[in-house]
């Protein structure tokens, strides 16, 4: 695949997929106050085993994108189809993510530079390796493998968070939150947390470390069925800026995810192995 349609699929990963959070609508608890009722939707994500999302905004080095994608937890398994609306042909891309393998298609265009094969496989555990890196994917086991549920507790983080007020999202009453926080005050924040939550947790910070934004402005809208509806992030980055809303169909529904024809797949694995052979 071009480097393009990699970097922007690298993005979709980064981005990981959508979060589905619990809480009560601050209309429904009218004592709680808005860092309790966000403290509570953190903790809610415990819950979420599957989630379905559509994702629309601007990332630093792939510009504005768009997406839909379905994601299971355990294990883990992720279907997204993504845009990006500023790299023409190159822009499309589909990534699967099952049994331990990454998947991504980039149609015809993949197809032209691979012997008329338009998928191309990696296996997740060697994606860190230097042959991987080469092709643009190094890094992508760490997103692969991050829960990304864990994007929604970032709120918990902030010093200043508060309700903005009640509005609907794709015809669903929710109550809207908005916030400033720092990697710093997150990472403190997750001092009071048992270790697989600071590992997950961590992972989801490193993303924005490596981008480097070191503050961001979160929204979240809560729906009365106690589900985030929305969230948005937002950040001025070292690598560009960063904006990005999520907005999510369902959670904990079947999710199947199927790897494509082995007819129609590029293996990276052989590919390399042969290339060092001749």
């Known amino acids: ?38 403290a509570k939707a953190a903790k809610n994500t415990e819950d979420i085993t599957s989630l ?10 792939s510009g504005r994108v768009e997406a839909e994608a379905s994601m299971a937890m355990k294990p883990l398994a992720m279907s997204m189809k993504m845009t990006a609306l500023d790299q023409g042909a190159d822009g499309k891309v589909e990534i699967r993510l099952v049994d331990g393998a990454m998947y991504m298609g980039g149609g015809a265009a993949a197809a032209k530079e691979m012997d008329g094969k338009s998928w191309m ?8 390796d230097g042959a991987s890196a080469g092709l643009g994917a190094g890094g992508l086991s760490d997103q692969a493998n991050q ?46 947390e048992d270790k697989a939550t600071r590992e997950k947790r961590e992972k989801s910070l490193k993303q924005y470390e ?12 809560i729906d009365e069925d106690d589900h985030t509806k929305q969230f948005r992030m ?24 199927k790897a494509p ?9 052989e590919m390399m192995k042969e290339a060092q052979q001749g």
């Open 1 to 38: 695949m071009r480097r393009g349609t990699t970097g922007v699929a690298i993005a979709a990963l980064a981005l990981g997929g959508g979060v589905v959070a619990c809480s009560k609508s601050a209309d429904d608890s009218p004592n709680m106050t808005p860092a309790a009722a966000v």
């Open 234 to 257: 937002r950040a001025d980055a070292d690598k560009g800026k960063f904006d990005v809303t999520m907005t999510f169909l369902d959670f904990n529904q079947p999710v199947t995810v």
């Open 261 to 269: 024809p082995a007819k129609d797949t590029v293996d990276l694995a």
């Open 147 to 192: 829960d990304p549920t864990q994007e929604s507790t970032f709120l918990t983080g902030s010093k200043d968070v508060k309700k903005v007020g009640t509005e609907k999202v794709d015809g669903v009453q929710t109550t809207h939150y908005k916030g400033t926080v720092t990697l710093d005050d997150l990472r403190a924040d997750l001092k009071s």
């Open 52 to 61: 379905s999302y559509r994702m629309a905004g601007t990332v630093p080095e």
């Open 121 to 128: 496989k990696f296996d997740v555990s060697a994606m860190t």
């Open 210 to 221: 490596d981008m480097g934004a070191d503050k961001m402005t979160m929204d979240m809208w």
